[in-house]
């Protein structure tokens, strides 16, 4: 041996001369299912736990314990019940404690 290192060192892809390295993409922070919940809770109308459910991807329990995390959070929720057999709707209407102006 003449001293020269066995390993191999990485090859990295051929190019055409005088092209630039691709730039990094910028990586977004990722939307969690808490904030896509609180911005369906916080439209107009607010929103029904199946509708919850089936745009989240949870099971109704899990969306109500859901609801139920996010007052003990601090959000203040408020509940409609329309009638004729409809399911209740939430809404947010503000954070507990929180002072309006």
Known sequence: ???????????????????RKPKPVPVSTPV???????????????????????????????????????RKSGYEITAAKPGNGKPSRYQIVGLAGAETT
């Open 32 to 70: 969690t299912k808490k904030a896509r919940l609180i911005a369906l809770l916080s439209q107009k109308g607010g929103a029904d736990v199946p509708s919850l459910s089936n745009t989240l991807g949870w099971l109704p329990h899990t969306t109500r314990a859901a609801l139920t995390g996010l």
């Open 1 to 19: 041996m003449t001293g020269q290192s066995t390993k191999s060192k990485p090859v990295e892809a051929a190019r055409p001369r005088g092209a």
